[in-house]
T-cell receptor, first 109, second 117 residues
Framework: DAKTTQPPSMDCAEGRAANLPCNHSTISGNEYVYWYRQIHSQGPQYIIHGLKNNETNEMASLIITEDRKSSTLILPHATLRDTAVYYCIVYNQGGKLIFGQGTELSVKP | DGGITQSPKYLFRKEGQNVTLSCEQNLNHDAMYWYRQDPGQGLRLIYYSQIVNDFQKGDIAEGYSVSREKKESFPLTVTSAQKNPTAFYLC????????????????FGQGTRLTVV
């Protein structure tokens, strides 16, 4: 079973920051949090991952709470091309990469 | 160019026939995965393999079979025992690294859309 909970949908205005929350209250100490996104009918695309420190790359920032029970993916300046389903995943030590239902982000002009 | 390739992109089969979906990667990745996605749904794990000649069932393995005879290949067979085979199938691969010992980012193919009539 997926170990993460995300809101099913969110809207964001173009040019504004999109903040996508994820709850992973049962995460273990050495499990990583991953974020992927899937544009309609394509394969998912890796965005970012982290363990306990905040992370930033050219696509997004990942903020992980100190207790690691939740995280937020931030797209600093959302564009129409960022409209997609965003998946938050906790990487299982047994090797399974389990996807939940994700958040459908709609970026509007 | 390195990448992961699924073929074909669209596949049609008659009910009761077995069909094999191809997944090949030239990224030298150890781990490979098969997922199924139904309309408006998330991805569900069918099978995964961490190393050649070894694989494990995912959450919905019934009616499917796989093999991992080569590092770069992980074909999925949809058998006649799978009750609802029509779906979008995605293959992925990932590599273990020191920085990320539990596996790192997974790369996905573009998927195969299987329709059984």
């Amino acid at each position: 079973d997926a170990k993460t909970t995300q809101p099913p949908s969110m809207d964001c205005a173009e040019g504004r920051a999109a903040n996508l929350p994820c709850n992973h209250s049962t995460i273990s100490g050495n499990e990583y949090v991953y974020w992927y996104r899937q544009i309609h009918s394509q394969g998912p695309q890796y965005i970012i991952h982290g363990l306990k420190n905040n992370e930033t790359n050219e696509m997004a920032s990942l903020i992980i709470t100190e207790d690691r029970k939740s995280s937020t993916l931030i797209l600093p300046h959302a564009t129409l091309r960022d409209t997609a389903v965003y998946y938050c995943i906790v990487y299982n030590q047994g090797g399974k990469l389990i996807f939940g239902q994700g958040t459908e982000l709609s970026v509007k002009p | 160019d390195g990448g992961i390739t699924q073929s074909p992109k669209y596949l049609f089969r008659k009910e009761g026939q077995n069909v094999t979906l191809s997944c090949e990667q030239n990224l030298n990745h150890d781990a490979m995965y098969w997922y199924r996605q139904d309309p408006g749904q998330g991805l569900r794990l069918i099978y995964y393999s961490q190393i050649v000649n070894d694989f494990q069932k995912g959450d919905i393995a019934e009616g499917y079979s796989v093999s991992r005879e080569k590092k770069e290949s992980f074909p999925l067979t949809v058998t006649s025992a799978q009750k609802n085979p029509t779906a979008f199938y995605l293959c992925a691969s990932s590599i273990r690294s020191i920085r990320d010992p539990w596996g790192t980012e997974a790369f996905f193919g573009q998927g195969t859309r299987l329709t059984v009539v």
